[in-house]
């Protein structure tokens, strides 16, 4: 019912940017909370950031004045800009949506993952 669709992966070089994209699809009822993780080889999974319904935004400490996560409410869609990308941000980057959906029994929670998309950042 729910499909959470990433983009904008690729390899940068240090100091460059990339822009990820996460568009949920389905049937929305609407969408609290969107988050992206990463999670690089051997490691755990991490907040990178997450915005709620209203914009507030909070981060994780690598992504602190480097990356800003915004959302487009009219597109389902949730963004992550990368600046000043460094070779510890190479990780499978995943995106978070909370919210409600239309069921045949009315508005019903979910949450849901993205299938991640690659970032790797190598000279």
């Known amino acids: 019912q729910v499909q959470l669709v990433e983009s904008g992966g690729g390899l940068v070089q240090p100091g460059g940017s990339l822009r990820l994209s996460c568009a949920v699809s389905?049937?929305?009822?609407?969408?609290?909370?969107m988050a992206w993780h990463r999670q690089a080889p051997g490691m755990q999974r991490e907040l990178v950031a997450v915005i709620n319904n209203i914009g507030a935004t909070n981060y994780g400490d690598s992504a602190k004045g480097r990356f800003t996560i915004y959302r487009d409410n009219a597109k389902n869609t949730t963004y992550l800009q990368m600046n000043r990308l460094k070779p510890e941000d190479t990780a499978v980057y995943y995106c978070?949506?909370?919210?409600?959906?239309?069921?045949?029994?009315?508005?019903?929670?979910?949450?849901?993952w993205g299938q991640g998309t690659q970032v790797t950042i190598s000279s």
């Open positions: 978070f949506a909370t919210g409600y959906y239309y069921s045949d029994r009315g508005p019903e929670e979910f949450d849901y």
């Open positions: 389905g049937n929305i009822f609407s969408i609290n909370a």
